[in-house]
């Protein structure tokens, strides 16, 4: 699925990519652009985050924004656990219907996480999920 950036999406990548090192495969801007969720490549997590948060913290000191990052998956069972980190992640099936959607399985205790302030979390991870694997909804069970 070939995913189409914004301008302003390929120039946060740029940033981010200068900043930390690592690779970056998307950009989701909040409306009100004060957070950005990096989609970043497999096995770079380490490299964007830095020792201690050091490099993400430069990064959304330099971007004047709240930054979130979620590591890329081939399949997407992996894919969605990732998007809802860090929250415990026990299960996730996909529902091809109608529609195709992903049910979580989410531990208590970490359901709000999952969801997010005012439903960020899920709300990234949805946005992602579609736009990588077409998935018309996550849902948490």
Not at 9 to 20: L, N, P
Not at 47 to 55: K, L, R, V, W
């Amino acid at each position: 699925m070939t995913v189409r950036l914004s301008d302003e999406a390929r120039q946060r990548i740029a940033v981010f990519e200068d900043v930390t090192g690592a690779a970056a495969r998307d950009c989701l801007v909040d409306e009100d652009g004060d957070r950005l969720v990096f989609l970043v490549a497999p096995g770079e997590m380490a490299t964007a985050i830095g020792p201690d948060g050091e490099t993400v913290r430069r990064l959304e000191e330099r971007l004047d924004a709240e930054v979130r990052l979620v590591e890329d998956a081939d399949d997407p069972e992996a894919f969605v656990a990732n998007a809802l980190a860090p929250a415990v992640v026990h299960n996730v099936t996909i529902s091809e219907n109608d529609t195709t959607v992903a049910y979580v399985e989410v531990a208590e205790a970490d359901k709000g996480v999952a969801i997010g302030a005012d439903g960020r979390n899920i709300e990234a991870a949805r946005r992602l999920a579609e736009r990588h694997f077409d998935l018309a909804d996550v849902q948490l069970t």
